[in-house]
């Protein structure tokens, strides 16, 4: 699953340089995953950094996007490829 960040967020701006692959961005109102590039960490830390980071524990698994460990680190090696 990739991971979504839910309205409890305060936008402290700690998560967003903590996540690897850039998939967190300043959204409208609060900060935004883009699933696309949301590997949870896979390929990079053994937990999901954004997570470990958050002080509001507003960071669940998005229920709309159910992904493998298999198909997590499948993305991850097509997004590190790509910015190879």
Request: hydrophobic share 30%.
């Amino acid at each position: 699953m990739a991971l979504l960040i839910t309205d409890e967020c305060i936008n402290c701006d700690v998560c967003e340089p903590e996540c690897p692959n850039g998939a967190i961005s300043q959204g409208d109102e609060i900060y935004e995953i883009d699933p696309a590039l949301c590997t949870e960490c896979v390929g990079h830390y053994e937990t999901s950094q954004c997570v470990e980071v958050c002080p509001v524990d507003c960071i669940p698994h998005d229920p709309d996007v159910v992904e493998t460990q298999e198909e997590l680190m499948a993305k991850y090696e097509r997004i590190t490829a790509a910015s190879a």
